[in-house]
């Protein structure tokens, strides 16, 4: 299966500044199906970002995808207070889906 | 709007089973796909498997293969994920998921806890 490693595992930053996420793959992941979540306590992840680059419903266009192959980067152009939580990106160019193990955004 | 709603919280005994429902309202059932993931306390998404709405076909993550079944019951709408064989490390919130590559919307959560 493909292992999907992120980092930093965690990220401390002030509101207004840029956050820079990135996820990488062990084997190229087909056709750059790669999605990013955001999760925050208590609640379900909130798909944010597939297909590497295009934004889900109702998504703020301060997110944005980018990447292939093996390596893929979710950008905040400018943090929220809102947008302090754990981002996990996530491969489904294979069978077997896989999780990256998140990062942390917190404020600093 | 699109929304899936889970069962309720369940405490179950090492060895015994658990079912959890989803059950989907918004959208025409049979045209996604659901999946179910799982989040340990404090730890991150682990992808069960996914079912066709459409027809009952599965896709298990091999980890959890010969212990779980998914399926579906399209008059009432609603998923269901068995897992049998509990063990403490199946302690988890489990989730239920339009889709089977990315996942939207997701369902708020099951928390199965296993304990003696």
């Known amino acids: 299966e493909i292992v999907l490693t992120q980092s930093p595992a965690t990220l401390s930053l002030s509101p207004g500044e840029r956050a820079t996420l990135s996820c990488g793959a062990s084997?190229?992941?087909?056709?750059?199906?790669l999605a990013w979540y955001q999760q925050k306590p208590g609640l379900a992840p909130r798909l944010l970002i597939y297909d590497t680059s295009s934004r889900a419903t109702g998504i703020p266009d301060r997110f944005s995808g980018s990447g292939s192959g093996t390596d893929f980067t979710l950008t905040i152009s400018r943090l929220e207070p809102e947008d302090f939580a754990v981002y996990y990106c996530?491969?489904?160019?294979?069978?077997?889906?896989?999780f990256g193990g998140g990062t942390k955004v917190q404020i600093k | 709007q699109v929304q899936l709603v889970q069962s309720g919280a369940e405490v179950k005994k090492p060895g015994a089973s658990v079912k959890v429902s989803c059950k989907a309202s918004g959208y025409t059932f049979t045209t996604y796909g659901l999946s179910w993931v799982r989040q340990a306390p404090g730890q991150g998404l682990e992808w069960m498997g996914w079912?066709?709405?459409?027809?009952?076909?599965?896709n298990y993550a091999q980890k959890f293969q010969g212990r779980v079944t998914m399926n579906t019951d399209t008059s009432t709408s609603t998923a269901y994920m068995e897992l049998r064989s509990l063990r403490s490390d199946d302690t988890a919130v489990y989730y239920c998921?339009?889709?089977?590559?990315?996942?939207?919307?997701w369902g708020q959560g099951t928390l199965v806890t296993v304990s003696s």
């Open positions: 998921a339009r889709g089977g590559a990315s996942f939207d919307p």
């Open positions: 996530q491969q489904y160019g294979s069978a077997s889906l896989t």
């Open positions: 079912v066709s709405t459409y027809n009952g076909n599965t």
């Open positions: 084997q190229t992941v087909t056709s750059n199906y």
